[in-house]
């Protein structure tokens, strides 16, 4: 009796369904559903922030966030997406304020010369509203 001979192509279809269910398992130890903190890079959520802060601050008009550009810095293989404001028309001055992510945090961090002035206030009830998940522009 002679055993049944697969051919190349279905031989490479089952090798890549088999890979593909693999990549699909949960690893032990980690739940499924949510990313695990240590794989957690912070990219969603300051893409998340950093969509809303434009949408909020810069294209809704604003005026206290008038003579400010965002600049974003998601792509980090530090593990700390940024997002920036720098003067208006000035992409290369030195940022103003920089809000940055923490990899497997949930916490983020906000720094420069704009956290010393009056809007500093507003900057960080929006962003922790952001962050608890709101998307509307004012409080």
Known sequence: MSQPVLRPAALLAALALTALLGACAAKPGVATGDAAAGDDTGLDRMERLTLTANRCWFKSGDAAFAPYSLAPELSSFSGRPRFLL?????????????VEGRKGSTAIDTYGPLMGEPVAARISADLSRWRAGADGCSA
Not at 86 to 98: I, Q
């Open 86 to 98: 720098v003067p208006r028309g000035k992409p290369e001055s030195k940022p103003l304020l920089v």
